[in-house]
């Protein structure tokens, strides 16, 4: 039977290859899972980072008009945030999962939560697509080609390490052989009331 992560990647994969078929920032998300489900919630993670990945690059430009550049700066932003509020509705989805499971009196903690593990794996994909493509180049040196080539190889090794690490995960959890705590990432640069830039701003327009 195909583990939970293997499945999720084969989500992931799907989402950067469908991104690709415009290969445009501005292209609307056409999710094909159920609203509400995991498979939505995973296919709507590597669609965030897949864009994130190509408005990262665009901003690079050096000949990029400042004002653009600062918009993108913005648009980078606001997506780094939704990520993280959907990596902590993914971990929301994992607590409701295991809710009967009472830990073991030896369990333990892991370094991070599942949903922040399918957070790599996310991203990994994503790089993991780019790195394939340059590999494919034909306006590239040989050299280039053999480097992305070695890199490719390192990255396919590293996904496959991080599935099995991320199905050990959950399978420790089930079994009560860890436990989940998660905290909030509680950002605090987007928030007016913790970042000083805002509420000082806030302040003076009151006064």
Known sequence: MTSFTKKGNEIFKRAAADYHVTDNVDTPISNPF????????????????????HLEDIIRDPKIDP??????KRRIDRSNQDRTDLVEKIDAYFRELYKDVTPLPQATINTESPA?????????????????????????????????????DVL?????????????????IQAGRKYMKVYMQMKMYNDPSTNPILYAKKQKGEN
């Not at 159920?34 to 990945?53: P, S």
């Not at 004002?67 to 993108?72: G, I, N, R």
């Not at 396919?156 to 420790?172: H, N, P, R, V």
């Open 156 to 172: 396919l090794e590293q996904q496959k390490d991080l599935i099995t690490a991320i199905d050990q995960l959950l399978d420790d």
């Open 34 to 53: 159920e609203e509400g489900t995991i498979e939505n919630m995973l296919y709507l993670k590597c669609w965030i980072d897949t864009v994130q990945w």
């Open 67 to 72: 004002a653009e550049a600062l918009q993108l």
């Open 116 to 152: 922040w593990a399918l957070d790599r794996l996310s991203i990994l994909a994503v790089k993991i697509y780019h790195m394939r493509e340059q590999t494919m180049r034909s306006d590239a040196s040989e050299d280039h080609l053999a480097l992305c080539r070695a890199k490719l």
